[in-house]
């Protein structure tokens, strides 16, 4: 999905054939900035610094609209909780986190994160082995730190704001942050497959060397 404001058009794209397969006007003057699939593939959102747009993707009609009183610097879905609830999570110009229901746009709670503005957002889900294991946030922003929540309680509200889990202060000027969840290394499937391909070479060259070996003995210089 891409969106064009110049010619006031967002296009869904067949990657096979990298041809656009639909076509929806929007405003030339909107300033959309981002585009999110939700975790269900039910709903995509546009949105640009000031406003969000919510669609429901079964008849790319827009079921709800919000408008963000700070501008708005990043946004992302958050993986699905226990009650199969679709919220977004957005970080603002002013160093606040809120998060919004999906498709109602109702906003759960805002809450400060940070002094300075948020630059980007990564949710991940946790491995189980984790004591504290569940959804959680990691925002960067820019008064240098990184900051990890909990975000698993699906009852956030304004009066139960996540609980900041660690605080990194880098001492950088922090623009983007990516999460790399821990997994177990996996070797390929062939594995075994390979180690014999392998033995079967070794025993190859062995018999090479050994036939170059007799032929030397048997016909000597």
């Known amino acids: 999905m891409s969106v064009s404001p110049k010619d006031g058009t967002l296009r869904t794209w067949n990657l096979l054939t990298s041809r656009s397969v639909y076509v929806k006007n929007i405003k030339k003057e909107s300033q959309i900035e981002f585009i999110r699939w939700s ?3 039910k ?12 669609f429901e993707l079964e008849n790319a009609e827009c079921v709800c609209e919000c408008d963000f009183d700070i501008p708005v610097l990043t946004i992302e879905f958050l993986p699905l909780n226990q009650t199969q609830m679709n919220r977004i999570v957005v970080g603002d110009n002013g ?19 940070h002094e300075n503005r948020v630059k980007c957002v990564s ?34 509200d304004q009066e139960k704001t996540p609980n900041c889990l660690l605080t ?4 950088a000027r ?20 390979l180690d014999t391909s392998e033995s079967a070479t070794e025993k190859k060259t062995a018999k090479r060397r050994r036939k170059r070996k007799n032929s030397a003995k048997r016909n000597p210089s």
Not at 168 to 171: L, W
Not at 174 to 193: D, G, H, N
């Open 95 to 113: 160093g606040n986190i809120s998060l919004y229901e999906i498709p109602s746009g109702k906003k759960l709670l805002s809450y400060k994160a």
């Open 168 to 171: 990194i202060p880098t001492g």
């Open 43 to 54: 709903y995509y959102i546009s949105a640009s610094p000031k406003q969000l747009n919510i």
């Open 39 to 41: 975790p269900d593939g």
């Open 174 to 193: 922090l623009t983007c942050v990516t999460v790399w969840p821990k997994t177990e290394p996996r070797l390929p499937a062939s594995t075994e497959s």
């Open 123 to 156: 949710p991940m889900v946790t491995p189980e082995d984790i004591i504290l294991n569940g959804t959680w946030l990691v925002t960067a922003s820019s008064d240098e730190c990184v900051k990890v929540w909990d975000v698993s309680n699906s009852e956030l």
